[in-house]
């Protein structure tokens, strides 16, 4: 199993951010995933989740309305497209399988002028 996330960067605040993580090594069309982050000196929190058909989302309450989390299960990849980003968004984002309890090595996100 491996994931890889990409798209991290530098943005000033208010600006865009397109996370990709690449899934491989199991059958991803079969598994809900996730995406978490990771602020410095903070615990890993869950930000977004989609199941396995992409037919059902969750957010936490402080990104609802400027990320949305999305999948190509042609392609083996899911999304998370983050708009009107703030510092506090600034952290580490995880790509994670919760079933076969598989994570990503993280793709820095810092929101910053």
């Known amino acids: 199993v491996q994931l890889v996330e990409s798209g991290g960067d530098l943005v000033q605040p208010g600006g865009s951010l397109r996370l990709t993580c690449a899934a491989s090594?199991?059958?991803?069309?079969?598994?809900?995933m996730r995406w978490y982050r990771q602020a410095p000196g903070k615990e890993r929190e869950l930000v977004a989740s989609?199941?396995?058909?992409?037919?059902?989302?969750y957010y936490i309450d402080s990104v609802k309305g400027r990320f949305t989390i999305s999948r190509d299960n042609a392609k083996n990849t899911v999304t998370l497209q983050m708009n009107s980003l703030k510092p506090e968004d600034t952290a580490v984002y995880y790509c994670?399988?919760?079933?076969?309890?598989?994570w990503g090595r993280g793709t820095q996100v810092t929101v910053s002028l």
């Open positions: 090594g199991f059958i991803f069309s079969s598994y809900g």
């Open positions: 994670m399988a919760p079933v076969l309890l598989a």
């Open positions: 989609i199941t396995s058909a992409g037919g059902s989302t």
